[in-house]
């Protein structure tokens, strides 16, 4: 099965309407990247994919993945340089947390939206949206692997 048949054409709407919302809060930029298998650390993985989306060109340098294998059941969340010198170190922890719980339960749509929702309302206080000044960077469109 090709990752891009995984989500129903329902559920990729979903995910794109979660991000549209979420960036109506921050000016981060969001996107989601899905594929079959990783090979190795799914963090190294998203980096390589952060960086052929060129999600590290945005002026914020303000970009945040979330990547998802779905037939290893791996997953990480990666914000640019410029979120990570603004917040604590375990600023995505409690993001992974309430995915996991639902990507366990087989919710994986849920489980995106839900942390798609909760990355917008928090950079929303390192990164709020102006909408004199903001644009949108980056595709909101699921990118597939």
């Known amino acids: 099965m090709k990752p891009k048949d995984y989500f129903t054409p329902a559920q990729q709407g979903q995910i794109v309407e979660a991000i549209e919302q979420a960036e109506r809060q921050t000016s981060g ?59 604590p170190e375990n600023f995505w922890d409690t993001i992974k947390e309430a995915m996991l719980a639902d990507f366990k339960e087989g919710r994986l749509t849920e489980g995106l939206v839900k942390g798609i929702g909760m990355a917008g309302e928090q950079l929303s206080a390192h990164f709020p949206f102006d909408p004199n000044t903001d644009t949108n960077e980056l595709s909101d469109e699921i990118s597939f692997g």
């Open 29 to 87: 930029e969001i996107r989601v990247h899905v594929e079959w298998e990783c090979k190795g650390s799914p963090l190294d993985r998203a980096a390589r994919i952060f960086a052929m989306l060129k999600m590290h060109k945005t002026k914020l340098r303000n970009g945040v993945l979330f990547y998802l294998s779905l037939k290893d059941h791996k997953f990480a969340i990666l914000g640019d340089v410029g979120i990570n010198v603004k917040v």
